[in-house]
Nanobody
């Protein structure tokens, strides 16, 4: 399972760091990423990092957000700088994982969501 943390209220221009830890009988973790969803909107991809460390960002966060992962600690991070009101959303972490019972069968797991509010 995935457990996300780090959300909160921040002023425009501020920073927050989200973290998401994967736990359980993990055999492997592939892509890890962050999505977000605002009220009335569809969930959208924010950033993803592959197990090889390659990253991809949606255009609106490029240059402001940085995704990284700690493969030893099974953790993915999202450093968010220069936050804007339009970044306000519930942020969800996501990972493609396999457990030790079925190491060749990858499944998709979601964290519980953490609220980020950017407001003065």
């Amino acid at each position: 399972q995935l457990q996300a943390s780090g959300g909160g209220l921040v002023q425009p221009g501020g920073s927050l760091r989200l973290a998401c830890v994967a736990s359980g009988s993990i055999a492997s973790i592939g892509d890890m990423g962050w999505f977000r969803q605002s009220p009335g909107e569809e969930r959208e991809l924010v950033a993803v990092v592959t197990d090889a460390g390659h990253t991809h960002y949606r255009d609106s966060v490029k240059g402001r957000f940085t995704i990284s992962r700690d493969n030893v600690g099974n953790t993915v991070y999202l450093q968010m700088n220069s936050l804007k009101p339009e970044d306000t959303a519930v942020y969800y972490c996501n990972a493609h994982m396999a457990d030790t019972d079925y190491p060749d069968e990858e499944f998709e797991s979601w964290g519980q969501g953490t609220l980020v509010t950017v407001s003065s």
